[in-house]
C-alpha cells in the first residue's frame, strides 16, 4: 500500500539540491569535484553578527519567540524598507520566518485558493512552480529568453492575464539568471498590473544587495500597486546567513496577519538566537555587505570573460546575484571520444559532472530548457579552473 499523499506524488525533487548532492557523493569518493550548482555565499558570516549571537546566547534569548518574530527585528526590517527602500511599512505588517523560502511558501498557501492562476516569469527558481502545486493553483508561465535578457514585456504580461489570475511571482535580481529589472522595465509591468486590482504581486527580492548596477528597484515603488506587493527578502545571501535561516515578508496587514496565523499553526516563531544575529545585520554597519558585492562583481567578471570562449555558448552578462545562465543547447546531437551520447541539456550537465568533474545545474529545472546555471560563489581559482575543464571537455565533444 501506497501511503504518500497525491501532493507530495506530484511533488518534484529540488534539482539544486539534488546535484548538489551528487557532488557531495562524488568527492567523497576522493573525486576532485568543483562544485558550481550551490547557490550559497561562499563566505563566513561577519563577526559582528557572530558576536551579536554570542550575546544573545549569553542573555538567555533561549525561550520561545513571538510568531511573527522579536519585535526589535521587526522594527529593524522596517527602518531598512525606509532607509533603502524608500517603502514605509509598520512592524505588524512584518512576519519574520525560518528562511524566504517559508515566507514565499507562506504567502501562496495565505492567498492563493485552489485553481487560482499564479504568473511565473521564467526561467525560474526551482521551488516556484513547486510551491504552487502545494498551494493547488495553477501554473502561468511567461517565458523570456537570452535575447531578452530574460525578463518578459509588459505585452507578455498583459496576454498571460485572465479573470482567474491571483499573483504573480517577481524575482529580480533573478535566480537562476543574474537579470534585473530597471526602474523603466518594472514601471511598465506595474502600469499593466495597476489594470488588474485583482493580482497580488509576490517580490522574491532576496538577491537586492548581490547587484552590480547603481540601485536594485522594487515593484513596491510604484502607488498603483503598492497596495497589492507583498516583498519577501532576508539574510540569508546578503550577509552569507544561509544557514541561519532568517527571512521576511512585508505586505499589506490583513496578508501579514494571514501569514502569522499560517505559520502559528506550522512552524511558530524562528530561532531566537539567528533573529538577534539577524537584528545586528540590519542596524550594523554595512561595509561587509558592500566587500562581498565587489568580491562577487569580479567573479563576474572573470567568468563572462572565460564563458565566451567556450565555442556554442550563448551568454549574458549577468546584472546581479552569483549565476550565469548560459545557452549551452548546441552540444545536444554530439558525443564524445567514449561513445556518450548527448542528447539534452541534461545529459551534457551529467557529462561535465563525470568527465570535467564540474557541478552545474540543467536549466530544465528553471523551466528554462537548452540553458544551465553555474554558481560563481565559490573562489577565483575554482572558478578558472572549472571553465578550463568545462572547456576542454566540451572540445572533446562532436557530432
Known amino acids: 500500500m501506497n501511503f504518500i499523499s497525491q501532493r507530495i506524488e506530484k511533488l518534484s525533487p529540488s534539482a539544486t539540491l539534488a546535484?548538489?548532492?551528487?557532488?557531495?557523493e562524488l568527492k567523497a569518493k576522493g573525486v576532485?569535484?568543483?562544485?558550481?550548482?550551490?547557490?550559497?555565499?561562499?563566505?563566513?558570516?561577519?563577526d559582528h553578527i557572530k558576536e551579536a549571537a554570542k550575546k544573545a546566547i549569553d542573555e538567555n534569548y533561549s525561550r520561545y519567540t513571538p510568531v511573527p518574530g522579536y519585535l526589535s527585528l521587526r522594527k529593524a526590517v522596517c527602518a531598512k524598507l525606509e532607509r533603502e527602500n524608500n517603502i514605509s511599512f509598520t512592524p505588524e505588517q512584518i512576519v519574520?520566518?525560518?528562511?524566504?523560502?517559508?515566507?514565499l511558501f507562506n504567502a501562496l498557501l495565505a492567498c492563493v485558493n485552489p485553481g487560482d492562476e499564479?504568473?511565473?516569469?521564467?526561467?525560474?527558481?526551482?521551488s516556484y512552480v513547486e510551491m504552487v502545486k502545494l498551494a493547488e493553483g495553477k501554473v502561468v508561465t511567461i517565458p523570456a529568453g537570452i535575447e531578452n535578457d530574460f525578463k518578459i514585456t509588459p505585452e507578455q504580461l498583459e496576454a498571460a492575464i485572465t479573470p482567474a489570475s491571483r499573483m504573480i511571482m517577481l524575482n529580480s535580481p533573478s535566480n537562476p539568471t543574474g537579470s534585473i529589472y530597471s526602474y523603466d522595465e518594472l514601471r511598465a509591468l506595474a502600469e499593466v498590473l495597476g489594470r488588474h486590482p485583482q493580482i497580488l504581486i509576490l517580490a522574491d527580492e532576496i538577491y537586492e544587495h548581490i547587484n552590480f548596477v547603481d540601485r536594485v528597484h522594487s515593484i513596491s515603488e510604484f502607488p498603483e500597486v503598492r497596495d497589492r506587493v507583498?516583498?519577501?527578502n532576508g539574510v540569508s545571501k546578503a550577509y552569507a546567513m544561509t544557514g541561519w535561516r532568517i527571512g521576511y515578508l512585508a505586505?499589506?496587514?490583513?496578508?501579514?496577519?494571514?501569514v502569522t496565523k499560517l505559520q502559528g499553526q506550522s512552524t511558530s516563531g524562528a530561532s531566537s538566537i539567528a533573529q538577534k544575529a539577524a537584528e545586528a545585520?540590519?542596524?550594523g554597519s554595512q561595509e561587509c555587505v558592500r566587500t562581498m558585492r565587489e568580491a562577487f562583481r569580479r567573479r563576474r567578471d572573470l567568468i563572462v570573460q572565460l564563458a565566451k570562449e567556450i565555442p556554442g555558448w550563448e551568454i549574458n552578462c549577468p546584472e546581479g546575484a552569483f549565476y550565469l545562465f548560459p545557452k549551452v543547447d548546441s552540444y545536444i546531437g554530439t558525443h564524445s571520444p567514449s561513445g556518450r551520447n548527448i542528447e539534452c541539456v541534461a545529459d551534457y550537465v551529467m557529462y561535465l559532472l563525470e568527465e570535467a568533474h564540474v557541478a552545474c545545474v540543467d536549466g530544465e529545472a528553471f523551466c528554462a530548457p537548452g540553458y544551465m546555471r553555474l554558481s560563481y560563489a565559490t573562489s577565483d581559482d575554482n572558478i578558472r579552473e572549472a571553465l578550463r575543464r568545462i572547456r576542454e571537455a566540451s572540445a572533446l565533444l562532436s557530432r
Open 230 to 232: 507583498i516583498i519577501v
Open 118 to 126: 499564479v504568473i511565473i516569469p521564467t526561467p525560474a527558481w526551482v
Open 251 to 258: 505586505a499589506p496587514l490583513p496578508i501579514a496577519k494571514a
Open 32 to 46: 576532485d569535484v568543483i562544485n558550481m550548482s550551490v547557490g550559497e555565499p561562499d563566505f563566513d558570516t561577519p
Open 19 to 24: 546535484m548538489s548532492q551528487k557532488s557531495a
Open 96 to 103: 519574520v520566518g525560518n528562511g524566504a523560502k517559508q515566507e
Open 281 to 283: 545585520a540590519y542596524d
